[in-house]
């Protein structure tokens, strides 16, 4: 099943784009759509890890694409560590709990992660991390 999941770069201004995401299974409730999603996120976080023996030349149109970000980079993890998928996993729902990660669901909000969801080809989902406006948080 394919789903669209709205994405925004960290230092890009006003740029939101919707990726796909394909689920082997629909996600029934919002604690499996976390799982399934973080998930697929760190199984393609590993392979570009896993991928990134050779170096390329960035050509001019990589360049122009990555300038908006405000950095120009290979896209390596120079570090060569691979994610833990049920570290992921566990940290992703904590924060869902702890109201740091706010989850919507064809425009709708999920607060609960026992709260059941029916999504269809081509659903939009959207993450959105909470921040603090001002302040420390301990």
Not at 1 to 7: A, C, S
Not at 14 to 29: A, E, L, Q, W
Not at 79 to 91: C, H, I, T
Not at 115 to 130: D, M, N, P, Q
């Amino acid at each position: 099943m394919r789903i669209w999941i709205t994405v925004k770069g960290v230092s890009q201004k006003n740029t939101v784009t919707k990726v796909p995401y394909d689920y082997p299974h629909p996600p029934s409730d919002v604690e499996n759509l976390i799982q399934e999603t973080v998930k697929l996120c760190v199984a393609s976080y590993n392979e570009r890890a896993e991928n990134q023996e050779l170096l390329g030349v960035l050509s001019k149109e990589a360049i122009e694409a990555k300038a908006p970000e405000g950095k120009i980079s290979f896209g390596v993890n120079y570090g060569g560590r691979k994610a833990d998928p049920e570290k992921a996993v566990r940290n992703a729902l904590q924060c869902f709990e702890d109201g740091l990660v706010a989850v919507f669901v064809d425009g709708k909000r999920k607060v609960k992660r026992e709260e059941r969801i029916e999504l269809k080809e081509g659903s939009e989902l959207t993450f959105v991390r909470l921040t603090f406006l001002s302040g420390r948080m301990w």
